[in-house]
């Protein structure tokens, strides 16, 4: 079964999906930022991203469409291995999204470390 992995340093997680939203809230501006995912050939593939506003360092690209308050773009980036996150108690902290909702990165990790690196990559979990 293909999906995503989580891990910060020998804590771990699996989850069956080929398409998540991985979404924050900036740490100085407080406006929600979205970025779509799609897995595929063992890569994350960033489809499209939203910004709730504008501000210090979250400036939308040229070519974003602002609709119903929100900016639209279409980041135009290769195929990643990996997504390298930094998890600290000074942001409100990360948020994975599906169909089913969206589930804070603290619960889809117990017992992430107060300060951590987490990689978010495409994988299989064999059966």
Known sequence: MSGICLAAGVIAAFLPLSEFTLAWTHSIEKIRWEEDYRVQDNRLILEEARIRGSGAGMEPPADAK????????QPHLPPIERLNLSHSPYTTGYEICSTGGCQALTAVLADLPEFALVQIRACRQSQ
């Open 66 to 73: 602002f609709k119903n308050g929100i900016w639209h773009y």
